[in-house]
């Protein structure tokens, strides 16, 4: 059975940080590119930051560049997002992605959600 479970989000005060986590199983997680996406109220939900199965390379939304760090453990079939000085305009359900590099396979959690308010 494929699962994506995420957790850590919360609600906290703007400046402050959240790490979310992502554990995956039933997939092929060394295979797959990692990819977390946000959806606030009434928006689309939007591409946040990815990571390749090798962490060689990571990409991230304009929004949160040197904001947002992205990271993954193998051996722990999990992947990170650390979002430092968080802004009321980061509140959305956070969402993250497998998708299986050779195959596209692609599986979704269920999301947690990150409000940043004073």
């Known amino acids: 059975q494929v699962q994506l479970v995420e957790s850590g989000g919360g609600l906290v005060q703007p400046g402050r940080s959240l790490r979310l986590s992502c554990a995956a199983s039933g997939i092929a997680f060394s295979l797959s590119r990692m990819i977390w996406y946000r959806q606030a109220p009434g928006k689309d939900r939007l591409l946040v930051a990815s990571i390749d199965r090798t962490s060689a390379r990571t990409n991230y939304a304009d929004s949160v560049k040197g904001r947002f760090t992205v990271s993954r453990d193998n051996a722990k079939v999990t992947v990170y997002l650390q979002m430092n000085s968080l802004q009321p305009e980061d509140t959305a359900v956070y969402y993250c992605?497998?998708?299986?590099?050779?195959?596209?396979?692609?599986?979704w959690g269920q999301g947690t959600q990150v409000t940043v308010s004073s």
């Open positions: 992605k497998a998708v299986h590099e050779i195959r596209g396979t692609e599986y």
